[in-house]
Structure formats: structure tokens, C-alpha cells
């Protein structure tokens, strides 16, 4: 600073603001990162829905063959009771009178003393399992809104908790109930199906009156609405044997939503036809025993397993009784189907059911087949390996 002068101060310097480009820009900015997080955001949740939509597809896929094969694996028990034909312990023939032959018992007759014979008892329990892909006369009342193409399966055993066993339920005035001897001394062949009496078959003890089941009769469809009629959601419905409204009367009664989203059900039967020998079956006979000594290979009986493809029943009718007293496996196919629609997606795949083929649908639901194997653990398990009897 020279002398004799005032300090010279520098001016101040001004303060910018943003100019309105680069606020439009910022503006510009923001609203593509917004955009771009709304769309991130709109794929997950859609994405999350069409998750939910799958998930509840294949739960249900899922569930009905476990429920079914579980009933399936139960068909054909009645605790120590055994059809003559199927006993290899009886000595002579089977009386023909115990044979089913011809057509197959009517699966929704109302239960009534005069045509509940005793050979329509035993029909019942000698054929536990039955399908149609037509709706029974019978069943018209029972099997309402079938899905048209869907199958109905018939399951018939005693009830696994026993009358007056902890836990169980308790007996039901004018329900019907199935009883079979436990005593030795008594035939194996010798039941009680009826909803009073049951002294006469006895325990092991052969002085108390045996157990008493409750009598189960399952049928299974799919029916095209869920809870109400035309909310367009088909469901696996069942019909229970049991007492109607009025407390008295036996019969099928009105079928209850089970799962909900099962679109198909094809029923195919695995019929037990040759031994293990290979010959034929023939029930007008006794016992050929392959080795009479030792008796673990009975000639003209089944083996358990199977024989040939497995058959598909068709018409009213039903397979013949002939058929179903053979039955030792069943294989069920269902097509599971989500909900709701899916945006955007056109279903043009077929699907194998059995020996079926559905599709292409073109419509925009996901859809997902299940098949499973049940064996008739009650009619297979005693043909397949004998226990040695003595001669």
C-alpha cells in the first residue's frame, strides 16, 4: 500500500442462484428416478401376486392328493374282517354267495333294512373303492354342479378311532356302525353293519362285545363353484355318508367344499389280475398252493401288484363288480388351477391326465398337474405275501 492512500477493498462477491435450466433438469431428474422406482416397485408387486396366484395353485395341487391318498390307503379297512375270496386261510372254496359279481353296489342308496341285504353289506365291504365319469342316477341329488370331463371316486372303510377309544367320537344314536369278531373261535368272515345290536361279535377275550367303527363312505368330485354357485371357482368337493337333517335318515349326504382351485380329476384304477405265478385268479376254487408244505404262493389268487395298464371306469355303470374286487391300486390325477387371472399370459400348454389329454385352455390361468400312486395297503398287503399256514 503506497503512502498517502486509503486501503483499496476488493467488491464482494455476488451470490448466484440456480437458474431455471438447471432446475428443469433437477425437476427432470427426479421424475425419472421416481418413474423408474414406481415401475421397480409395480414389477415386484406384481411379481408378488402372481407368487401368491402360484403358490396357492400348487398348495392346492398338493393338498388334494395328499387328502386323497390318504383316504385311499384306509380303503378296505374293517379291522379283522376278510372277504372269503380274499382269504387264503379258508380251507375250501369261497361260497360263491360272497363272490360280487355283475354290476357294482349303488354308492348313494340310502341306507334301509330291506335293500341293505346281507349280499349288499358284504358288496360294500368287498369292493372299498369305486369311480364313474358319469354321474350315477342314484347320485343326482348327492354329486350337484359336476364339472363336466371330471371323474368321482367312490371310498368306502371303518372309521380308524373306534367307539368309546380316548379321543374318539362318541356314538351317534341311529348312525351306522361296523363291527367284526376278534375272538378265534369266531369266523373272520363274521361282521355287523347296522346301527344297533352288536353283542354277538366278541374281543380277543371272546366275552366282551368287540369295537365298534363308525362306517365311512366318501365320495370325492370337483364341482365348478366354490361357496357360492357361479363364483366360477372350481373346487374337490366331498359327500359323507351319515345321518340327514332329521336325525334319522342314512344316507350321502350334501357334498362340502374341500380345495378349492382343483379344475380336473381322472381316477385310474391298477386291478390285481394274475398271481405270482402268472395264472389267472379264480375264486371257484380253493386254494392251489404253489408248495402245499409250505403255503406262500397260492396259485390261482392275486399278488397284490397290479396287472397290465391301469383301467379308466366309464359310463353310468361304472367298472364291473368282477373288476373292483381287485382293485389294489389307485392312481389319481388332478389339474390344479390358480384363482385368479393372470395379466398378459395366454394358457396354450396340454396336459397329461392319465391317459387324457386337456387343453390348450386359452385363457389366462396358470394351471399345474398332480399325480400320485396310492396303494390299497388293506386289500394289496394280504396278497402279497401271505403269512406260512400250517397245513
Not at 46 to 63: D, F, P, Y
Not at 78 to 89: A, K, M, R
Amino acid at each position: 500500500m503506497r503512502p498517502g492512500h486509503a486501503p483499496t477493498s476488493r467488491p464482494a462477491s455476488r451470490q448466484r442462484g440456480v437458474t431455471l435450466i438447471e432446475l428443469m433438469v433437477t425437476i427432470t431428474i427426479t421424475l425419472i428416478v421416481v418413474a423408474a422406482l414406481i415401475a421397480l416397485f409395480l414389477n415386484i408387486s406384481n411379481a408378488q401376486r402372481e407368487m401368491v396366484k402360484v403358490n396357492r395353485q400348487i398348495e392346492s395341487g398338493r393338498l388334494g392328493s395328499f387328502v386323497l391318498q390318504g383316504e385311499l390307503e384306509h380303503a378296505g379297512f374293517w379291522e379283522t374282517y376278510t372277504p372269503q375270496f380274499d382269504d387264503v386261510t379258508l380251507s375250501g372254496a369261497p361260497d360263491p354267495s360272497e363272490v360280487p359279481t355283475g354290476a357294482a353296489p349303488d354308492p348313494c342308496m340310502a341306507y334301509d333294512l330291506t335293500t341293505w341285504t346281507a349280499a349288499y353289506r358284504r358288496s360294500l365291504l368287498a369292493i372299498p373303492v369305486q369311480t364313474y365319469d358319469t354321474v350315477p342316477t342314484s347320485c343326482a341329488g348327492v354329486v350337484t354342479n359336476r364339472k363336466a370331463g371330471t371323474d368321482i371316486l367312490v371310498v368306502r372303510h371303518a372309521d380308524t378311532c373306534a367307539v368309546g377309544d380316548v379321543g374318539c367320537a362318541a356314538e351317534v344314536a341311529n348312525s351306522l356302525y361296523f363291527q367284526s369278531s376278534q375272538c378265534g373261535s369266531q369266523a373272520s368272515s363274521s361282521f355287523e353293519l347296522a346301527t344297533s345290536g352288536f353283542t354277538t361279535l366278541l374281543r380277543r377275550d371272546c366275552a366282551t362285545p368287540a369295537l365298534k367303527r363308525g362306517f365311512i363312505s366318501d365320495i370325492y368330485y370337483v364341482r365348478d363353484f366354490a361357496q357360492t354357485q357361479g363364483d366360477g371357482l372350481p373346487t374337490l368337493a366331498r359327500s359323507r355318508f351319515g345321518l340327514g337333517a332329521d336325525g334319522v335318515t342314512l344316507g350321502q349326504q350334501p357334498a362340502q367344499a374341500l380345495i378349492e382351485g382343483i379344475e380336473s380329476m381322472r381316477v385310474e384304477l391298477g386291478i390285481d389280475t394274475l398271481s405270482k405265478t402268472g395264472a389267472a385268479i379264480d375264486y371257484s376254487k380253493a386254494v392251489d398252493w404253489a408248495d402245499s408244505a409250505v403255503r406262500t404262493t397260492p396259485r390261482n389268487r392275486g399278488d397284490g401288484s397290479p396287472d397290465g395298464a391301469f383301467v379308466h371306469c366309464t359310463g353310468a355303470a361304472g367298472c364291473t363288480a368282477d373288476q373292483l374286487i381287485n382293485v389294489v391300486a389307485v392312481q389319481v390325477h388332478l389339474l390344479a388351477r390358480s384363482p385368479e387371472t393372470s395379466p398378459g399370459h395366454t394358457d396354450t400348454r396340454t396336459y397329461q391326465l392319465g391317459a387324457a389329454t386337456l387343453g390348450p385352455f386359452n385363457d389366462a390361468y396358470k394351471r399345474h398337474v398332480f399325480a400320485t400312486t396310492a396303494r390299497l395297503n388293506n386289500v394289496a398287503a394280504r396278497r402279497d405275501s401271505p403269512a406260512p399256514i400250517s397245513p
